[in-house]
């Protein structure tokens, strides 16, 4: 199993807001939503491009590009123009840092 990598500080997002990290060579946006932090990759099913730049709409996500919608929990598309979903990956808080783990491979 794969382990828990420290990728921000809880401080550092503000409920509402989110923050683009690097988790080796994967990108992936932290969201927090109502203090509970969603962890999506960066990339739109749709056309690849960056997912990052919206704020989270309840617990969804709309790609800037061309507006399709996320569910942050599940990464499932909820709208088109995309219909494949977008990985999710497990985060937790430990001792005020957000942790992400790399699941994919698992
Ligand atoms: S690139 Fe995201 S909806 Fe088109």
Redesign the pocket.
């Known amino acids: 199993m794969s382990d828990w990598i420290n990728v921000t500080s809880a401080d550092a997002i503000a409920p509402g807001e989110w923050e683009v990290v690097e988790l080796e060579d994967t990108s992936i946006v932290i969201y927090n939503i109502d203090g509970q932090f969603h962890a999506i990759e960066n990339v739109?099913?749709?056309?690849?491009?960056p997912?990052a730049g919206l704020p989270p709409e309840g617990d969804q996500v709309v790609?800037?590009?061309?507006?399709?919608r996320f569910c942050l929990r599940t990464g499932e598309a909820l709208t088109?123009?995309?219909y494949e979903p977008v990985h999710v990956f497990p985060v937790r808080v430990v001792d005020g840092i957000v942790q992400v783990r790399d699941d994919r491979w698992d």
């Open positions: 739109c099913s749709h056309e690849d491009a997912l790609c800037p590009r061309h507006g399709a088109p123009p995309a």
